[in-house]
């Protein structure tokens, strides 16, 4: 090779490097095209109606109440990040990352997507710069009130959001029912439990246990369908109640707190984690959490971007291990597991004396 054609070859790799990162930084900074886009596909089903093989736009169309054009061209936008294909008989077809759009998919992230697109989580995002500048939650200032208060008031988006929840649930009962043995434990709390999904699997898995849930009335009042499913409504007792100002259960072998403490800031969570100790008392109660650990430095981790929906929607924080260590030791617990590194985690705490 000459040094004329070495340098006619860099020359021409720079520019399809350059290509590649422009290309990249144009589809990261298309988010709204692509987001919605990508919205659009899964509020329609698409990847449901493409399961017994590929369709042209206008067959999708008809089957979505779409109009054909306007859908070709979605699916066409999509199709640049991989999400379907567009084959050269112009019918579309699904394509591994479409196939997680899948309703039938307990693990897939059609939910994830329709919950980000909604319109109480996705308005706030168009005030992030109020939360970047002050820590404060957008979510207010956007609609005047608190997420948990707008969902009060709200019981169709709270019934949403429940949904939503017992997604999350269904993904990570299995995957913790062994580390949480639950047939540890005579009585179980589940605080902030939210419909009671996960606290009638953990106590399906237990058939001699009871359990407490505890969570705001609204919620509770959808819980009676959720353990009757489950066969537990007997051994359950449901509370309505605020854990910052109505008593904890009493009298619990265990104390669960599932995706609540990532919801607040640190003086709120420490006033939980008070609440529990203080009714904790002489016990040897456990403390359980299930929640996320951030990891270090550029690691990839789901974490780190749910993290901005806790800052935005609600003024809270995904923690890296030293800060959950940090929060324990203030609330007077001491870690009694070695918790996952990464991502959803259960950490048990045990009592400080
Ligand atoms: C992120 S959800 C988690 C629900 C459930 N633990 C789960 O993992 O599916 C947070 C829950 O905390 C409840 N919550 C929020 N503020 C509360 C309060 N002050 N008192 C009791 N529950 C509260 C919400 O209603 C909601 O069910």
Redesign the pocket.
Same mark, same amino acid.
């Given at each position: 090779m000459t040094d004329a054609s070495v340098a006619a070859v860099a020359t021409f790799d720079e520019e399809q490097a350059l290509d590649i990162r422009e290309r990249q930084i144009a589809v990261l900074g298309s988010w709204r095209q692509i987001g919605h886009a990508i919205l659009v596909v899964s509020e329609l089903g698409v990847a449901d109606h493409l399961v017994a093989g590929p369709r042209t736009a206008e067959e999708l169309a008809e089957a979505t109440e779409a109009d054909a054009d306007a859908l070709r061209r979605v699916l066409r936008c999509v199709a640049t990040v991989g999400v379907f294909a567009e084959r050269t008989d112009g019918r579309f077809e699904l394509t591994p990352l479409a196939e997680g759009l899948r309703a039938d998919r307990i693990g897939g992230l059609r939910p994830m997507v329709l919950f980000s697109a909604a319109a109480f989580t996705r308005l706030p995002y168009a005030e992030i710069m109020h939360s970047v500048r002050t820590g404060e939650p957008a979510f207010d200032q956007v609609f005047g009130m608190s997420f948990?208060q707008y969902?009060e008031a709200n019981p169709e988006v709270n019934r949403f959001f429940e949904g939503f929840?017992?997604h999350?649930?269904r993904r990570l009962a299995d995957r913790f029912a062994g580390e949480l043995a639950p047939e540890r434990f005579g009585r179980i709390a589940?605080v $902030? $439990? $939210?419909n009671g999904? @996960?606290l009638s699997k953990m106590l399906q898995r237990h058939s001699t246990g009871t359990g407490v849930l505890?969570?705001?009335p609204t919620?509770v009042a959808d819980a009676e369908p959720v353990l009757k499913e489950h066969g537990v409504t007997e051994r359950v007792t449901v509370v309505a $109640?605020? @854990? @910052?100002t109505d008593p904890l259960p009493a009298g619990c072998d265990a104390y669960i707190l599932?995706?609540?403490i990532h919801?607040w800031p640190d003086e709120r969570c420490l006033a939980i984690l008070r609440r529990v100790r203080e009714t904790i008392g002489d016990t040897d109660a456990r403390l359980i959490m299930i929640d996320q650990i951030v990891p270090p430095l550029n690691q990839w981790d789901h974490s780190k971007i749910i993290d901005l929906d806790m800052l935005v929607l609600f003024g809270g924080k995904e923690r890296n291990l030293r800060e959950w260590q940090q929060l324990l030791t203030a609330g007077g617990f001491e870690l009694a597991n070695e918790p996952a590194a990464r991502g959803w985690a259960l950490l048990e705490a045990r009592p400080v004396r």
């Open positions: 948990y969902l929840m017992a999350w649930s589940d $902030g $439990g $939210g999904y @996960f505890l969570d705001l919620v $109640g605020d @854990f @910052f599932k995706s609540i919801n």
